[in-house]
């Protein structure tokens, strides 16, 4: 599709129905996961015992790919079964959905309640609208380019602006709640590094880890989407991983943007943007999209300047002690 120029009220018309299809796919979601145990409807590996795909993936995203094409069928689209069964699609101009119908099937296949639908659009190369409903917690996280992002639970039925209000003081890196996965990749030359970084991160200098950080907390909670939802909410301070895909972060992507979160790629993507004030800093291109290597962390300030300042204090800090790889 060739570059479109959209209006506000057929943005508006696209995210309205992204929030719907993430409800329908939800409740696609539990009715697969009350089967998801009987020996037709397992889950099969697809590089390894820590990357499952299982017939509910593969479903939901034949439902969602179904319901956006014929709802806007001039439409692209990008999503995780698609492309593992080789339909290996670009971000091009026009408008490109970005899908992962099951983010954490680990945690599907196993009942961990962390379990969602990942729903991202892109608009000329600019990720515009993020849709994340976790149906097991029956939570729905979803932001749109200069509207601001919104969370919705049970106990909180109306939607909340996010961040979510007053979260602690964030002026060094031994302050932070931080989310890392592990990641299906564990051959010994990664896991050498990732657990090298993790040793810096959360080390103690005072008890012989050299150049330790010592944050505060780490947590897995095994779901790229939500881990940005919770860097969006502030009840995540940063979240880093390499080796998740587009449609793991598209969706999380706008959803933190737009609630003062900075989001960059690669080390080498953030020392240059780092320098940078304004837009560029926080601007993720497709490349940055694509290239499998992200870091985010919260809203520190209100005024627009000074939380530049702090998050770029806070990046750099991170990523003085990540050594990285290519995944
Ligand atoms: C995975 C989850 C996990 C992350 C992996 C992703 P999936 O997505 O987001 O937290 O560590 O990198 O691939 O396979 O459950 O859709």
Redesign the pocket.
Known sequence: MSSSNITQDELNEIYQFAIQLSKTAGRAILQGSSKRFSSSAGSDF?KNSA???TET?QAVETLVKQSISSKFPDHEFIG?ESWAAGEENPISDGVVWIV?????????VHGFPY?CI?IGVVVNGEAKIGVVYAPFLDTLYHGCKGKGSFVSCPHNPAPRRLPLENPPQLTDLNQALVAF????DRRAHILDKKLASFRKITGDTTGGVEGGKMVRGVR????????FCHVASGNLDLYW?I???A??VCAGVVIAKEAGAAVVGSKAHASSVIEVKGEEFNKVTPEILTARKYLVVRKIKEEKSENEEAQKHILNEFYSCVDEWDP
């Open positions: 697809k990357d499952l795909v993936d995780e992962d119908p099951i983010d954490g099937t680990t945690n599907f379990t990942s996965e592990w990641g299906s897995s909670i095994g779901s790229a989407a939500l881990n991983e080796g998740c895909w449609w793991d």
